[in-house]
C-alpha cells in the first residue's frame, strides 16, 4: 500500500502564495494519475488538480484555474501544488491521491491545511 504524507501548508494572507507537496511511498506512486484534493469544513472533499505520469497538460477545477499549478517529480515519488494569489475560500485541508475515473484510491494521508485570511 503507499502511503501519502501532505506537507506545505499554513496560514497565509489572501493573495498570498503557498507550496505544498507530497510524498508517496512505493514504485507505483511515479506511475500513476496523481490529484490534489481540498476539503473545506462542512463540505465534501473535491478534486482541484491533475496531473498523468506521461507529460499531458494537467486539468484544473474552475475556481482555481490561473491560479494554482500542479507538477511532479517522479525520480522523487512527489506531487507538488503551487498555490498563487490565494483566496479565503481556497481554506481547507488539502490532499494528494490516485486520480482515476473509478473509486480506487490509496489510503488517505493526513493532509495539510491552508488557512487564508481575508
Known amino acids: 500500500q503507499v502511503q501519502l504524507v501532505e506537507s506545505g501548508g499554513g496560514l497565509v494572507q489572501a493573495g498570498g502564495s503557498l507550496r505544498l507537496s507530497c510524498v508517496g511511498s512505493?514504485?507505483?506512486?511515479?506511475?500513476?494519475?496523481l490529484g490534489w484534493y481540498r476539503q473545506a469544513p462542512g463540505k465534501q472533499r473535491e478534486l482541484v488538480a491533475t496531473i498523468n505520469s506521461f507529460g499531458t497538460p494537467p486539468n484544473y477545477t474552475n475556481s482555481v484555474k490561473d491560479r494554482f499549478t500542479i507538477s511532479r517529480d517522479n525520480a522523487k515519488n512527489t506531487v507538488y501544488l503551487q498555490m498563487n494569489s490565494l483566496k479565503p475560500e481556497d481554506t481547507a485541508v488539502y490532499y494528494c491521491?490516485?486520480?482515476?475515473?473509478?473509486?480506487?484510491?490509496?489510503?488517505w494521508g493526513q493532509g495539510t491545511q491552508v488557512t487564508v485570511s481575508s
Open positions: 512505493g514504485s507505483t506512486f511515479s506511475i500513476v494519475p
Open positions: 491521491n490516485i486520480a482515476r475515473n473509478n473509486p480506487y484510491r490509496w489510503p
